[in-house]
Structure formats: C-alpha cells, structure tokens
C-alpha cells in the first residue's frame, strides 16, 4: 500500500512540474556568407537544439541575445580548409526568444548551423 501511495504522489508531483513535451518540428540549416550579419531569433513555442556548427575560417564567434557566448575553434575537416563542430561535442539547446548571432575571423567566411525545432507541447 505504502508503494503504490508513494508512486501516485511521484506521479501527481512529476506533472505538477513539468514543463512540457517537446516534439519534433523541422530540420533547420541556417547560413550567412560574406559579410552578412544575420542573426536568427528561436519562434514562441519552440526551443532549438544546437546540433552541428561550421564555418571557413579558423574561428567563429557565436552570440546568445546579443552577448558573446563562446569562441567557437572546430575541427579541421577537409583541404579546402572547412571547420567544424565535431560530433563528439554535447548539444546546445536555445529557449523560445533566444537571439543566434555569429561573426568570424573571415568576415567573408560563410558559416552554418545544423538546427533540430521542436514545439513545445503542454
């Protein structure tokens, strides 16, 4: 009885805080070359997952609402001198309203970012 008591207030606690439930949205490639300072803003209801990043240049910088998130130094990838995220790197997950910005050593350096969308789902 104690059991099943236990489990049913887990259970009752468990909704009470959650947040959510994500589902899958859309596939997202999201690119700028040259000088282009595109920024891109994570829509109401919908949280993006950071899956891969890349660009031709030896570093980029990435950008979170306007504020220097980190310097981004990937890997070495082929011989036209391409960088990128590699996949032994964890994801990077952005809430609903979260500005994406980047700039590079190469300002005409053409960057990507490989991006899951999910809904959020109450």
């Not at 082929?78 to 590699?86: C, D, I, K, L």
Request: glycine letters at 8%; charged letters at 5%.
């Amino acid at each position: 009885m104690k059991t099943i008591l236990f489990v049913a207030t887990f259970m009752c606690l468990n909704f009470c805080f959650a947040q959510g439930n994500l589902q899958f949205n859309q596939v997202l490639l999201l690119s700028a070359s040259a000088s282009n300072p595109t920024q891109w803003t994570v829509p109401a209801g919908k949280t993006w997952k950071i899956e891969s990043m890349g660009c031709y240049a030896s570093y980029m910088f990435v950008y979170f609402n306007n504020s220097s998130a980190f310097e981004y130094v990937g890997h070495y990838a082929n011989t036209t001198g391409a960088y990128y995220r590699g996949s032994d790197a964890g994801a990077i997950w952005l809430p609903a309203g979260t500005i994406l910005g980047h700039s590079s050593s190469n300002s005409s350096a053409y960057r990507w970012f490989s991006i899951l969308e999910f809904n959020i789902v109450p």
